[in-house]
């Protein structure tokens, strides 16, 4: 199999690529504006890459897409921050680009992959989120901050016309707040800039306060990442067709906490980690309550919980996740706390 993965060197990207090449005899041609995410992988002979854009590489993209057996564009802005800062740039990159990279699968008819999301969902008041029978209930045109969310939607919804009008192959996956290491790069992780996990992790080896929006008392489904790719990998298998023309969600419900409860789990696991000489460094760390204007914009609004149903993953791809939340934590703080420290070496610099 021949599997072209756009954003080869993001976080799905990058150890999609690292499993696929560890674990099966396909070949990947990745295409992303930097390869530092990639490590080894880079000089497996089965990895085929070029450093580029997607707005710009159109006739390599093209060529690879009429040449590989499945594409997976995983191009994206998912950043809080720059949805309610930057909505014109979202549109742009999220939908302008990725609506591109779609109509040329069809037009070579190579099946797609693509990476959805459950921001979809947005507000829906449905306890658990299904992905054929739940409502997408966003708010007002004013707060920008749903602008990646409708991306997404419109995106997943001409993929399911095309499905319906000319039968054309695809599968959807809603990833449900993966974590890992390689999420998002400590250094880069400002307020808003990251995703929850980095940002609370870089506050605390900043000795920042951590930040919580709202009070942190919003529910999110933490899922490691080993469990998403393991699920990734058997849907680009797609053995027997079942997941053609399918909406998968990839989470784990039993990993539902408040994003207070995140902050304290966090802050417990620096406490105990053996390379951290001193204690000190995650006792002292402040909680600090602030509003979503404060901390995002006016263009913000909030979600309190997000619970998959992963019924259909089961169901169809016999899959289940592995990880607890904390073991999750844990796997990436350690990873952080690793880089951080070869990155204090070379500054002269020691975490205590």
Known sequence: MK????????????????????????????????????????????????????????EWIEYNIKKCDVVLPLVA?????????????????????????????????TRVVFPSTSEVYGMCTDEVFDEDKSNFILGPTSKQRWIYSCCKQLLDRVLWAYGFERNFHFSIFRPYNW??????????????????????????????????????????????????IDCLIRIIENK???????????????????????????????????LVKSKRLARKVRIEDVSQDQFYGEGYQ?????????????????????????????????HYVKEYLENSKRCGKELR
């Open 77 to 109: 802005i998912a950043t809080p921050a720059t949805y309610v800062k930057n909505p014109l740039r979202v549109f742009e990159l999220d939908f302008e680009a990725n609506l591109a990279v779609i109509k040329s699968a069809v037009k070579y008819n």
């Open 240 to 274: 027997n067709d079942a997941c053609n023309k399918q909406i998968i969600n990839i989470g784990n419900p039993k990993n539902n906490i408040t994003i207070k409860e995140l902050a304290v789990r966090i802050k417990k696991i620096f406490e105990k980690h053996p």
């Open 3 to 58: 599997v072209l993965i756009l954003g080869v060197n993001g976080f799905i990207g990058s150890h999609l690529s690292e499993r696929i090449l560890r674990e099966k005899d396909w070949d990947v041609y990745g295409l992303d504006i930097g390869f530092d995410k990639l490590g080894t992988v880079i000089k497996n002979p089965r990895f085929h890459f070029v450093e580029g854009d997607i707005t710009i590489n159109r």
């Open 302 to 334: 909030d979600v309190t919980f997000r619970v998959p149903s992963i019924k259909k993953a089961k169901a169809l791809l016999g899959w289940a996740p592995r990880y607890d939340v904390d073991t999750a934590l844990t796997r990436t703080i350690d």
């Open 179 to 228: 974590v890992g290491p390689r999420l998002d790069s400590i250094a880069a992780s400002k307020e808003g800039s990251s995703r929850v996990v980095t940002q609370f992790i870089g506050n605390i080896l900043r000795d920042e306060p951590i930040k919580l929006v709202n009070g942190g008392h919003q529910k999110r489904c933490f899922l490691y990442i080993d469990d998403g």
